[in-house]
């Protein structure tokens, strides 16, 4: 089984009052869907490059299966883990297709077009992220959501065992933000460790099978059930549950106006 593992990680930066992570520690097993939550600035994004083995904390380590993260080859990295980073960019004009095989790297050949043995796998997370249609269009045309919905696709067309993405529902309407929720939920449920840090706390609420609260670098919370006073600790903002289960929402009220989430 799966065990990503963090230990006492910090993260410094010269000029910055204080660290960015600092002693963070938690255990992630597959099939968990973690959902990561905090204010702007709190540290999830690079708590996620760490655990993806993208950054190098200054203290601490990171394991994967009791041994060091470090050790594995980026080829080797890769066929386990897909990362989709906060706010991703593409400057090149190449079909959607090809942006989403992009995500089987380390099984593509290094030249000539796609193999025919990798195209159910392509023709699958197209489908899954709603972009069958576009699979030939240039993906520097598509709008924001569609993008972020190709980089999603781009991100699970390996079926990795872990999978690690940063605010994957920013810029996506209603439906398609629900859609991509349930398919990440989906392949937590088939055995894979998936750890998403959203701002959607209602979102995160039905769907996450576990809440790590990120507040100033370090970790307030970690829980199955998301609360009215986690939430005021993470944000300042009172907070009130509407509902129980899949149908649970959170009311949020400040001093000046009042949001439904």
């Known amino acids: 089984m799966t065990i990503l593992a963090a230990e006492n990680i910090t993260v410094t ?4 009052g204080r660290p960015i992570l600092n002693g963070v520690s938690l255990q992630a097993h597959a099939g968990e869907f973690i959902a990561v939550i905090g204010p702007n600035g709190a540290g999830k994004s690079t708590l996620l490059k760490v655990l993806a083995g993208l950054l190098t904390p200054d203290a601490g380590r990171v394991l994967l299966d009791a041994g060091p993260l470090r050790a594995l080859s980026a080829r080797q990295l890769a066929a386990r883990r897909a990362y989709l980073p906060q706010s991703p960019r593409l400057e090149w004009p190449i079909p959607v297709e090809r942006l989403v095989a992009l995500g089987l790297t380390p099984r593509l050949p290094a030249t000539g077009g796609l193999p025919q043995s990798l195209r159910p796998a392509i023709d699958r997370a197209l489908a899954a992220c709603a972009l069958s249609g576009q699979r030939d269009q240039a993906a520097t045309t598509l709008s924001g959501g569609e993008f972020a919905r190709a980089m999603l696709a781009r991100a699970i067309v390996s079926e990795p065992a872990i999978l690690i993405v940063d605010e994957p529902i920013t810029g996506l309407d209603p439906r398609h933000a629900m859609t991509s929720m349930n398919l990440l939920s989906d392949f937590a449920r088939n055995g894979a460790l998936v750890i998403a840090s959203l701002h959607d706390l209602t979102l995160a609420a039905r769907h ?9 670098g370090g970790v307030v919370g970690d829980t199955d059930s998301l609360t009215e006073e986690l939430i005021h600790r993470a944000f300042g903002v009172r907070a009130m549950a509407v509902g129980a289960g899949p149908e649970r929402s959170f009311t949020l009220v400040s001093t000046s106006e009042k949001s439904a989430l």
């Open 13 to 16: 930066r010269p000029g910055r």
């Open 208 to 216: 996450a099978s576990r809440v790590v609260v990120v507040v100033d």
